[in-house]
């Protein structure tokens, strides 16, 4: 692969990658499960998890359906307090696999706002991707959301 | 559009937002105007008041005469203290308009550090860009800051 | 240069600076000493002392074996908190000098979380950077992050 189609690639993906912090970060989570191909995994787990072994992950869909399905949870829930999301994401690196599928890890850092208008660090963590090539554009067959912090709403998490 | 042209454009997109916030985080404010067309908005507007169509913006300027009279201001104010912004943005969306024009959104958070040597998140927000190709390249038309966080200092605001 | 070249230049120092500070936020700080030249330059100094003309660094490398050593001295003190840090990056300027080098600046903000799980800025600043083109890729010939926040730790400093 030539330098020019590394640094395009790196591009489609970073494009991916902002397409879809924007839809969670501007209320438009109806289109977060159309990110996804249809038999996908999507996962948010703490890093003393990860590293010890022990998946036991705060959300784990494993279709879109389900993803879907929690999108409906989300809007219908009667929800204290509605997250007011920021993704900061970088430091993205990718590879190509055998399957010509994409495995690829950026870091995160997401921010949100109370209801009461105070902007505070939520989670610090890491995407694990897999993205493959569809007809569609390029769309996550696995996401993995590894956070750091310790302190994570476990009651009706909203998407990473 | 080819994916190359639309991933160009993107790059292109993200080149203009990271010379703008650049020149702010580095205290060139001086250059700030220079990032839009002669005829543009430039507002900082609360979530809050946007969502309910009251705009009462913390700043309004409807001209790149105003932005460099508030420059000028900025400069010769007697002020306590001179933030040290650097503002992070992610989560770029666009889409050519009828016009030729890009409408554009990112998120942003911005850090702040005070003379003490503190920092911590001072607004987090979103861009609303509109974007035009001039001769000396691409010009912010319009840009609103729509910010979550709800302590802004409202007296003497700096760009964000 | 054309407009086209130029954004790929662009893209290409934003994927060895995504590398760079992937490899830090991934605890795979062996490999930070291959982003660079021998013959180098990183540094980590405050902005006081860095507006003042007062150097001082908290770290001071003239050449990639420093930066070896100091990953080796790292891996073997007995760290009471080894840091887990999140580089979020934005604001990437860059220009080609004569000789063919390309200097760039951007702002970063890393985000910390402690062994209890606590997330939190740890420090922002501005990189300071010259980049050369060898056999390998883009290197670092000097890295310099000048920080805003104060309170920085100066033992057994990581890279940043």
């Given at each position: 692969?030539?330098?020019?189609?590394d640094?395009?690639?790196?591009?489609?993906?970073?494009?991916?990658?902002?397409?879809?912090?924007a839809?969670i970060?501007?209320?438009?989570?109806?289109?977060w499960?159309?990110?996804f191909?249809?038999?996908?995994?999507?996962?948010?787990?703490?890093?003393?998890?990860?590293?010890?072994?022990?998946?036991?992950p705060?959300?784990?869909?494993?279709s879109a359906?389900m993803?879907?399905?929690?999108?409906?949870?989300?809007?219908h829930a009667n929800?204290?307090?509605?997250?007011a999301?920021?993704?900061?994401?970088s430091g993205?690196?990718?590879?190509?696999?055998a399957?010509?599928s994409?495995?690829?890890s950026?870091?995160?850092?997401?921010?949100?706002t109370?209801?009461e208008?105070?902007?505070?660090?939520?989670q610090a963590?890491?995407?694990?991707?897999?993205v493959?090539?569809?007809?569609?554009?390029?769309?996550?067959?696995?996401?993995?959301?590894i956070?750091?912090?310790?302190?994570?709403?476990?009651?009706?998490?909203?998407?990473?």
């Open positions: 692969m030539s330098v020019a189609e640094l395009m690639i790196r591009l489609e993906l970073m494009a991916l990658q902002d397409r879809y912090v839809a970060d501007n209320d438009r989570i109806e289109e499960p159309g990110f191909v249809e038999d996908c995994l999507y996962e948010i787990v703490s890093r003393e998890n990860e590293e010890a072994g022990l998946p036991a705060v959300i784990h869909c494993d359906r993803l879907r399905d929690r999108v409906l949870a989300l809007r929800i204290y307090e509605k997250p999301y920021r993704h900061m994401v993205m690196e990718w590879r190509q696999e399957d010509g994409y495995s690829g950026s870091s995160y850092v997401v921010v949100n109370s209801v208008g105070e902007s505070s660090i939520y963590g890491r995407y694990l991707d897999q493959v090539r569809t007809e569609g554009g390029l769309r996550f067959r696995q996401k993995r959301c956070y750091d912090t310790l302190r994570v709403q476990t009651l009706l998490a909203f998407p990473i």
